[in-house]
Nanobody, 124 residues
C-alpha cells in the first residue's frame, strides 16, 4: 500500500514556474514507477510525465517537452515536477500516481495508487 500526497500547486501568471512535490508513504517507493497526470475540466486525464524506478528514461507529453522536468529522490520518497514557462493550457488538476511495474504506461488504468490532486491555474 502506498499513500501519495501532492503539494505545490497554485495560481501563477503565464510564463511563470511552479514545482509540484509528491510525498509517498511506505518503504517500497523505489519499486514504483511514478507519473504525473493532469485533468482539465471536460477533458480526459493525461500522463504529463513519467519516471522509471531508477530515475532514468523520463517520459514527457509532447506539449510539455522542454518546459517540464520530472525527478525523484528515492531516499526522500518523493517525486517532483518542475514546471517552467507555464501557459493557460496547462491549467488543470495535477495528480501523482504510482505504478507497480517496470514498464512505462501512459493510461491512468495502469497506475495503482493516486494522490488527491493539486490545482494548477495559469492566468493569461
Amino acid at each position: 500500500q502506498v499513500q501519495l500526497v501532492e503539494s505545490g500547486g497554485g495560481l501563477v501568471q503565464a510564463g511563470g514556474s511552479l514545482r509540484l512535490s509528491c510525498a509517498a508513504s511506505g518503504r517500497t517507493f523505489s519499486s514504483y514507477l511514478m507519473g504525473w497526470f493532469r485533468q482539465a475540466p471536460g477533458k480526459e486525464r493525461e500522463l504529463v510525465a513519467g519516471i522509471s524506478r531508477s530515475g532514468s528514461s523520463p517520459y514527457y507529453l509532447n506539449s510539455v517537452k522542454g518546459r517540464f522536468a520530472i525527478s525523484r529522490d528515492n531516499a526522500k520518497n518523493t517525486v517532483y515536477l518542475q514546471m517552467n514557462s507555464l501557459q493557460p493550457e496547462d491549467t488543470a488538476v495535477y495528480y501523482c500516481a504510482a505504478r507497480n511495474g517496470a514498464t512505462m504506461r501512459y493510461d491512468e488504468y495502469s497506475y495503482d495508487y493516486w494522490g488527491q490532486g493539486t490545482q494548477v491555474t495559469v492566468s493569461s
